[in-house]
C-alpha cells in the first residue's frame, strides 16, 4: 500500500475514534491514547520502533539528573540521535521507514519541548519558594511528570506521524478537561475538513499533469524557458494542497477528540497554548478555540505578503517551537542571520538532503532582500505607491517559495542545481539585486539595526490578523 494511503487512512481513523476519548475519565484517555499511539508505531515502524523508544528514555535520564542543563542536552542528545537514526544503514542496521522517520520528528520536538517545561517548572518551583507567591508563568506544569507521563504524551496518537506538535502541558490540559462533552467538536471539525476534498482533488489533478519526475529529464531542458519557470509555480502548487489535506486532516483528529480547546480569552498560539491566565466566568457562555493545535493558515499561505509571514503561516506549530527553542538562542545579533541560523536547524530537522539546506538557506537572502527594499522605497512611498509595492512583494514572495520548494522535492544538490541553473537562478539575481539597489538607496544600514524591531512588530500584526482571520 503506498505511504499516501497509509496516512489517509490513519488520519481518516483518528477523526471518529476521537469523539470517543470526550467520555473517557482522564486515565483512561491517557491509557487509550498511549496505547492507539505505541500500537500505530509497532504497526508503521516495526522494529524501527525501538529508536523512538530509546530516545524517550534518554530524554528522561536527561531531565532527571541534568537540572539546569536538561535543556541544551536534551536538545544535543535528541538532534545527535537524529543524526545515527538517519546514518544507521551505516551500521549495518536496517534503514528506517518513512513512518520511522516522521514520527522521529515529531518525537525530537516533544522531547526538546518537554526538557524545557520541566526545567520551567523548577525554576519556578524555587522562586516560589523563596518569594512565597505564586508563579505568573502561563500554563506551566504543576507537578513533575514520571516515566508513564512522559511516555504516553510522546506516543500519544494524536498527531503522532503528521503533526501538529503540542507541549506537554496541551497533553496533560487535554487530560483533565472538566466537561469534555460540552466543549465545541462537530462544527469546528467540519469546518477544517470542508476543503480538504478540494486540496485532495487539485493534488491529484496537477501531480499527474505536472510530475516532479520530469524536471529530472533531457526533455524538460528542452522546454522554453517560460514553461520551465511555470513547472516550478505547479509543482509548488501540488506541495501545498498535499499538505494542506494532510495537516486539516491532522487538526480535525485533535478537534474531535477535544485536544487544544481553550477559551478565546487565553489567547492561545499554535504549538504554545494559551499565553495569557484566565478563569473562566460561569456566569457567562464561553467561546472556545483550536488555535493550540492549529498547524496550517491555507489563505495566509498563499496571500501574506513577506516572505518572513509566510513561513509563519505554514507548519505553524513547528515554527512556534523554532521561534522559542532555536531562535533565541542563535550566536548572532543579526536578525538575518538569526533567521539564517534557524533555517539551518530547521534544515537538519528536516533531513541531510542538500535539498533542504539550499532551500532553507535561501530564505534569510530572501528577507534580506525584502527588508532593504521596504527600507529604502516602500518607506518612501505614498498609499498608492505601497499598494503597489505589496502586490509586487507578494508576487514575487510567491515565486521565492516556488523557487525554494523545487529544493526541496528535489533532494539532491545536482537536480536542485540543474534546476535553478536551467531558470538562470532567477530568485538568487533578484534577491542580491535588491540589496545592492537597497543599499544604493540608502536602506542598507538601516536593515540591519530593524531586523529585531521589525520581526517583534510583524509578529504583532501577524498575530492581529490571525484573530481576525478565524
Not at 78 to 94: G, K
Not at 181 to 192: D, I, S
Not at 246 to 259: D, P, Q, R, V
Not at 386 to 403: E, G, P, S, T
Request: aromatic share 16%; with cysteine.
Amino acid at each position: 500500500m503506498p505511504d499516501e494511503l497509509v496516512y489517509l487512512a490513519f488520519l481518516a481513523a483518528c477523526i471518529p475514534v476521537g469523539f470517543l476519548f470526550r467520555h473517557l475519565s482522564p486515565s483512561s484517555k491517557q491509557g487509550l491514547a498511549f496505547l492507539l499511539g505505541l500500537l500505530t508505531t509497532l504497526a508503521s515502524c516495526q522494529i524501527h520502533t525501538l529508536h523512538s523508544l530509546v530516545t524517550v528514555i534518554g530524554t528522561w535520564i536527561i531531565i532527571k539528573s541534568s537540572g539546569r542543563l536538561a535543556p541544551a542536552l536534551s536538545l544535543s542528545w535528541t538532534f545527535l540521535y537524529l543524526l545515527f537514526f538517519r546514518l544507521s544503514t551505516w551500521f549495518d542496521l536496517p534503514k528506517p521507514t518513512p513512518f520511522a522517520n516522521a514520527i522521529q520528528l515529531i518525537l525530537t520536538l516533544k522531547m526538546v519541548s518537554l526538557a524545557n517545561e520541566v526545567h520551567s517548572f523548577h525554576v519556578e518551583k524555587k522562586k516560589d519558594v523563596s518569594s512565597f507567591s505564586k508563579s505568573s508563568v502561563v500554563g506551566g506544569l504543576s507537578q513533575e511528570p514520571s516515566l508513564y507521563d512522559v511516555l504516553s504524551y510522546s506516543y500519544c496518537y494524536m498527531g503522532i506521524m503528521t503533526g501538529p506538535f503540542f507541549r506537554f502541558q496541551t497533553f496533560m490540559d487535554w487530560l483533565r478537561q472538566p466537561n469534555p462533552q460540552a466543549l465545541p467538536g462537530w462544527e469546528p471539525c467540519v469546518q477544517r475538513l470542508k476543503l480538504v476534498p478540494v486540496y485532495g482533488a487539485l493534488f491529484l489533478g496537477f501531480n499527474y499533469y505536472f510530475p516532479l519526475s520530469y524536471v529530472r529529464t533531457e526533455d524538460f531542458l528542452e522546454e522554453n524557458i517560460f514553461f520551465r519557470m511555470f513547472y516550478m509555480v505547479a509543482v509548488f502548487f501540488v506541495f501545498r494542497m498535499r499538505f494542506f489535506a494532510a495537516w486539516c486532516g491532522a487538526e480535525a483528529g485533535c478537534i474531535t477528540a477535544g485536544l487544544g480547546c481553550y477559551a478565546e480569552k487565553t489567547l492561545s498560539k499554535p504549538g504554545g497554548g494559551p499565553t495569557v491566565n484566565y478563569s473562566p466566568d460561569p456566569n457567562t457562555e464561553e467561546k472556545y478555540d483550536f488555535k493550540t493545535i492549529q498547524n496550517i493558515d491555507c489563505y495566509n499561505t498563499d496571500f501574506c505578503v513577506k516572505v518572513r509571514h509566510g513561513m509563519r503561516y505554514w507548519n505553524m506549530t513547528v515554527q512556534w517551537w523554532l521561534h522559542h527553542y532555536i531562535y533565541p538562542n542563535a550566536p548572532f545579533k543579526s536578525y538575518t542571520l538569526r533567521a539564517g541560523w534557524t533555517m539551518l536547524i530547521s534544515a537538519y530537522w528536516h533531513g541531510l538532503h542538500p535539498g533542504y539546506y539550499l532551500s532553507f538557506l535561501t530564505i534569510p537572502l530572501c528577507i534580506a532582500a525584502e527588508s532593504a527594499m521596504e527600507a529604502s522605497v516602500r518607506s518612501k512611498l505614498g498609499p498608492g505607491g505601497q499598494n503597489i509595492f505589496d502586490w509586487v512583494h507578494w508576487f514575487l514572495k510567491m515565486r521565492a517559495y516556488d523557487y525554494m520548494c523545487m529544493g526541496f522535492v528535489l533532494l539532491s544538490a545536482s537536480d536542485t542545481v540543474n534546476y535553478w541553473m536551467s531558470i538562470y537562478f532567477i530568485i538568487h539575481i533578484i534577491a542580491v539585486s535588491c540589496i545592492v539597489v537597497g543599499r544604493a538607496l540608502g536602506g542598507g544600514k538601516r536593515e540591519g539595526r530593524r531586523g529585531d524591531r521589525e520581526q517583534k512588530k510583524d509578529g504583532e500584526k501577524t498575530e492581529k490578523n490571525e484573530n481576525k482571520g478565524d
